[in-house]
Structures are given as C-alpha cells and as structure tokens.
C-alpha cells in the first residue's frame, strides 16, 4: 500500500489531483480519486503502471468521466 499511495502522490504533486484518498466503507475499504489530467495523459495508463494494480490480488480501478464538478468556494 505505500508504493500505492506513492505512485499516486506523485501525480498529485504534479497538480493533477482533485482530490483523492481512503473511504471508510464499513463493507470493505477503497479509495476514490478525482484527477483533472493533462489531454496527453490517459487515465487508464496511470492505473496499468500502479504496482497494486499489476500485482494481480484483487484490487482493481474503475475509471468514469464526470460530467460536472463543483466546488464550493471557502467563506470569506
């Protein structure tokens, strides 16, 4: 888990987190990402090169576009 969570601070301290990190599901654990990514990068070769991914016990990432985003902005 932690060259999992490297992998993907790497990205991040590229700028292109939204935001991301662990989901306290009480049915299992997971995490959630939302990535604003560059038009030259593709989504899915980001998760093909996560070593979790690759390591081929079961986890997996789904990839979906989202439609809109918003964000509330901090009081002033």
Request: charged share 20%.
């Amino acid at each position: 888990m932690r060259a999992h969570r490297a992998y993907w601070a790497g990205f991040a301290e590229k700028g292109w987190a939204v935001a991301y990190g662990p989901v306290a599901d009480p049915s299992g654990g997971y995490g959630a990402g939302f990535w604003a990514l560059p038009d030259d990068q593709d989504a899915r070769t980001l998760v093909d090169g996560d070593r979790l991914i690759r390591a081929g016990r079961g986890f997996r990432c789904d990839i979906f576009p989202m439609l809109g985003l918003v964000i509330s902005k901090a009081p002033a």
